[in-house]
């Protein structure tokens, strides 16, 4: 039988007007037989992956549990538009498009994750992906619900921690796995239970890793070496839901703990010491290296009504508390610690305008007080203050459907303790959207987004004031200038320019073709932002600066040192955020091909450039071009896949910024589904990953030739619903 492409069937299907007309109700109906369609619980509206103007994805089943990994951000590597920090994988956060840190929020049901993992690299994340039922990501400013700290997208794990309706009696879920490039030993389980009018809900995981093996590299520090030292894992926790049941809505609330330690890889390490040893011989004494102690505790309480009055269909109210430390300890005691106490609460009614016009309004409140203390104290404690209203409207059912939002926030950001220019930043934020999408036929959808979206820097871009030991540099936030006092040394200065809201004109076009069990996504996207806060090399090192210029003779040692006796080994180079205007555009195209009953082809590809509007020059660490492609070819009870992901060489890089290599990833995987268990939706796998062991550099990395990505890996694991 002759085999066609799905873009062949599109354009079969187009140019067959008449076959269309007379089968169309037929086509939309196998359309939707062949498409699982997933709900977006980042949106009060109700949208899907299809429905939305704004590109959005969902990684759930069996796809996650094949794709989780330790953090968010190795979890989401593979994902179109998406890279990873990639902090040795002990503290990697996800990247969309070539935005991180402070621009991409990472929520847990809708609400802030509460961390500090968008202030610095090695701070490591507190979602977990192993327990969780869905991830969604919503690419490009997603300000309208979220805030501010959304202009550049949202990653929303989405879990059952309360449910909002029963169960149907007990259902849960189980799994483990065992890796050979670390040593990894991972399990996890959970079951949620009806229990009368209330829904209960446990689940639990525990991990532990050691330093991971890479091929043979040399380091920055000239050392030949296939282990990633100090780069150990050790984390548990768990939740615990109750939900009560009503007619007309529900009431829940929930306790969740994480508790983790892990290695801090590539700063402020003692030489010649292995510091997973002595973790693993609980000895933290003189010789172990640094490592990061975490807690969190975190209570969440949900409640909704179905139409609780009239011209609102639906009241929601989501509200958490989190506690959060982390320590970095050295020498068996902590050098710095880390705290955010944060309290966040959604008001939503979702109301109907007219018979084709469906909304939402709401409040979004948000208070947070960060504290540093310790020797990598570079930012002092602050509180951050946040209340947002939002409008959202849209149309649906028809051809052509309209998303229209708006966002209005009051950000305060106030640090009490600064001694050196102002204690508090005022803004007001205001972001606004426009989508359309276009059901042109039951096999492709057109989709376009207009978003102005506004952000005020954080409290770490604006305060920053220290030395910043993993990414080895020493920040100065927007508050602060560098002024020449003497030859060779400078001093800190208030900053007499005014901090102006980075604001984002973002446009995407895209389109969706669906054909039976063939798909074709494509998105391009073009961001202009004004006032981009980024981090600029000064040129000078930390040994050049003044701190006390009313201590003369301090300042006449250093004149000297700087007169041939001063080593700016012993500094580090300074950095300063600045504002400037830059461009960001790109594309992000994936695909599936039934290429026969037993044969499928999974591809995509992606790709991000960035730079100045004024000098053209290129924006820090941004991720380069990529192209993959994955055989699948199952039978029966069993399926084998055959995958390879191609890095081009990046080459447009920032000042002071190395380009990194291309490289591949050859990737393998053999599931088996025993049919004995099928009850249980058991699957079992083997799974091999780069296959080649290829020495590959992350160009996203702080510890880009530190670091590399793993090497050789082999895994076996099992998973299962009960």
Same mark, same amino acid.
């Given at each position: ?640 896949? $055959? +995958? *390879? !992901? ?7 890089? @920032?000042?002071?910024?190395? =380009?990194?290599? %291309?490289? /591949? #990833? ?28 290829? $020495? +590959? *550099? !992350? ?7 530190? @670091?590399?990505?793993?090497? =050789?890996?082999? %895994?076996? /694991? #099992?998973?299962?619903?009960?």
């Amino acid at each position: 039988m002759m085999k066609y492409s799905p873009i062949a069937l599109v354009v079969a299907q187009l140019l067959a007007p008449a076959a269309y007309a007379q089968d169309e109700n037929k086509d939309e109906q196998h359309q939707h037989e062949n498409t699982e369609v997933i709900v977006i619980n980042a949106s009060p509206l109700a949208r899907t992956e299809l429905n939305s103007a704004q590109p959005v994805s969902v990684i759930s089943g069996d796809e996650l549990r094949e794709k989780q990994a330790h953090t968010l951000g190795e979890t989401l590597a593979h994902e179109p538009g998406i890279n990873s920090t990639h902090f040795a994988r002990v503290a990697s956060s996800p990247i969309i498009r070539g935005l991180d840190g402070p621009r991409v929020k990472v929520t847990q049901n809708g609400l802030d994750s509460a961390d500090v993992s968008r202030g610095s690299p090695d701070h490591a994340g507190t979602t977990e992906t192993s327990v969780a039922q869905q991830i969604e990501i919503l690419r490009g400013p997603a300000t309208l619900l979220y805030g501010s700290g959304a202009i550049g997208g949202v990653v929303n794990v989405v879990d059952e921690r309360i449910a909002q309706e029963h169960v149907g009696g007990t259902r849960g879920f189980f799994g483990g796995n065992l890796a050979s490039v670390d040593d990894l030993r991972d399990v996890n389980a959970g079951v949620s239970t009806d229990i009368g009018n209330t829904v209960l809900h446990v689940d639990g995981f525990a991990r532990s890793s050691d330093d991971y093996q890479v091929p043979s590299f040399t380091n920055d520090e000239g050392e030949t070496t296939d282990t990633i030292e100090n780069s150990f894992v050790d984390a548990q926790g768990g939740t615990l839901g109750l939900s009560y049941l009503f007619d007309g809505g529900y009431l829940g609330a929930s306790y969740a703990r994480l508790d983790q330690e892990y290695g801090i890889p590539g700063h402020h390490a003692h030489e010649d010491e292995h510091a997973e040893e002595a973790h693993d011989a609980d000895l933290h004494g003189d010789d172990a290296g640094p490592f990061a102690d975490l807690q969190q505790d975190r209570w969440q309480l949900h409640a909704g009504l179905e139409s609780p009055w009239q011209g609102v269909e639906q009241l929601t109210v989501r509200y958490a508390y989190t506690d959060y430390q982390h320590q970095e300890i050295e020498d068996a005691a902590p050098s710095t610690t880390f705290t955010n106490e944060q309290h966040e609460l959604r008001v939503t009614a979702n109301h109907q305008l007219t018979d084709q016009w469906y909304g939402a309004f709401g409040y979004h409140g948000f208070l947070q007080e960060q504290a540093a203390f310790g020797e990598e104290a570079y930012t002092p404690a602050s509180e951050t203050d946040r209340h947002g209203l939002f409008w959202l409207i849209e149309t649906r059912e028809n051809n052509l459907n309209y998303q229209l939002g708006v966002r209005y926030e009051n950000v305060s950001i106030n640090a009490p303790s600064v001694e050196l220019g102002r204690q508090q930043h005022d803004f007001d934020p205001l972001s606004a959207s426009f989508g359309v999408t276009y059901q042109w036929h039951p096999a492709v959808m057109f989709n376009a987004n207009y978003s102005f979206a506004q952000r005020a820097p954080s409290a770490n871009e604006i305060f920053a004031n220290g030395a910043h030991l993993a990414t080895q540099t020493y920040e100065l936030g927007l508050n602060y200038a560098v002024h020449e006092e003497a030859e060779h040394l400078y001093d800190i200065e208030p900053n007499e320019r005014k901090i102006e809201l980075e604001t984002s004109h973002s446009l995407d076009l895209g389109a969706h073709f669906e054909t039976g069990d063939h798909h074709l996504n494509i998105n391009l996207f073009v961001n202009r932002v004004n006032n981009f806060v980024y981090e600029s090399f000064t040129g000078l090192n930390s040994v050049d600066l003044a701190f006390d210029h009313a201590d003369e003779e301090h300042e006449e040692e250093h004149e000297g040192e700087h007169e041939g006796e001063h080593d700016h080994d012993e500094g580090l180079p300074v950095v300063q955020y600045n504002q400037e205007d830059v461009v960001l555009f790109g594309y992000e195209i994936d695909g599936r091909w039934q290429l026969a009953p037993n044969w499928r082809l999974d591809a995509f590809s992606d790709y991000t450039r960035a730079y100045a509007v004024d000098n053209n020059a290129n924006l820090p660490r941004i991720p380069s071009q990529r192209i993959g492609a994955e055989f699948t070819y199952n039978e029966g009870n069993w399926e084998s896949s $055959l +995958g *390879y !992901v191609w890095y081009a060489e990046q080459n447009r890089v @920032a000042v002071n910024e190395e =380009r990194t290599p %291309s490289y /591949g #990833l050859l990737n393998a995987q053999f599931n088996w589904f025993p049919q004995s268990f099928s009850r249980y939706n058991l699957s079992l796998y083997v799974k091999g990953e780069n296959l080649t062991d290829k $020495l +590959g *550099y !992350v160009h996203t990395s702080f510890l880009k030739y530190d @670091a590399p990505v793993a090497g =050789r890996n082999f %895994s076996i /694991g #099992l998973r299962g619903e009960f």
